[in-house]
Every structure is written in C-alpha cells, then in structure tokens.
C-alpha cells in the first residue's frame, strides 16, 4: 500500500510539473490568436466588399435587361408598322 501510495504521489508531481504551461507558451499562443483575428477581419472586409460588387453588378444586370427588353419592344414594333406598310403597298 506505500509503494501504491508513493508511486501515485510521484505521477500527481509530475503531471503538475507537466501540465502547466509556460509563459512563452501563453504569449505563442496569443500572438497566434491575434494573427487569427487579424486575418478574419480582413475576411469579414473582402466578403463585404464583395457583396457590394455583387450587388453593384445585379443592379447593372438588371438595368441591362431592361434595356434589352425596351429595344425588342422597339423592335417588335417596327416590324409591325413595316408588315403593315407593306401589305398597304401589295393592296395597290
């Protein structure tokens, strides 16, 4: 039972000895945290600003389509009036 007893208070000093982490250890670790944050703020400002191209981009489609849809309109409508000259001009 000593021997059981000596052994488990030897393996409880050396996981405190073990287990503990430095303070170079911490500081590694925050700069590496500090990095990270770094770099999700500049993901956050590209992903913003890529919306706003996106968006941009819809709003320049949208107005293309409109246009688009207004000359065949414009279109439509001259061919009318020239099917409509012409049978005029075969009822002569």
Known sequence: MKKVM???MIALALSFVVGCASTS???SLQSQI???KTSVAQASSDAASAQSAA???ASRA????AAANR???????T??????MFKKSMMK
Do not use: P, R, T
């Open 25 to 27: 250890d911490i500081e």
């Open 34 to 36: 500090d990095g990270l």
């Open 71 to 77: 000359a065949a309109q414009y279109a439509q409508d």
């Open 55 to 57: 968006n941009d981009a």
């Open 62 to 65: 949208a107005s293309a389509e």
């Open 6 to 8: 000596k052994f488990s």
């Open 79 to 84: 061919n009318s009036k020239l099917d409509s």
